[in-house]
């Protein structure tokens, strides 16, 4: 499966284009093995491996940060497992609102 489908990959870049605006996560990532969690509203153009968002490793303390596309990739959990897109994932709100309410309860969480 792949992490960013091409679709998802072209909302990235438009978000970044457009800098001023607080977005909506296009696309969710987790490990299906521990506590991380991303939820990343763009990509950019110069350097399509580094991804921005809300970034969880499962601490109590999630940040806004970048992260590489090819090593989220290439990360392998316990029996080979890999990091996972959310199927199910459809963002409602502002990336600030999920950054608000992560901070809050120390983990990403559905609002």
Known sequence: MLL?????????LENFANKDDDHIPVVKLFTPWANA??????????????????????????????????????????WGLKIKRDLHFHA???LSE????????RRIVEI
């Open 92 to 94: 409602t709100r502002p």
């Open 4 to 12: 960013v489908t091409m679709e998802q990959r072209a909302k990235l």
């Open 37 to 78: 969690t991303w939820l990343f509203v763009d990509l950019d153009p110069e350097d399509e491996d580094r991804l921005f968002g809300l970034c969880d490793l499962g601490h109590g303390s999630p940040e806004l940060g970048y992260a590489l596309l090819s090593e989220l990739e290439g990360l392998k959990g316990p």
């Open 98 to 105: 999920y950054t608000i309410a992560a901070r809050a309860a």
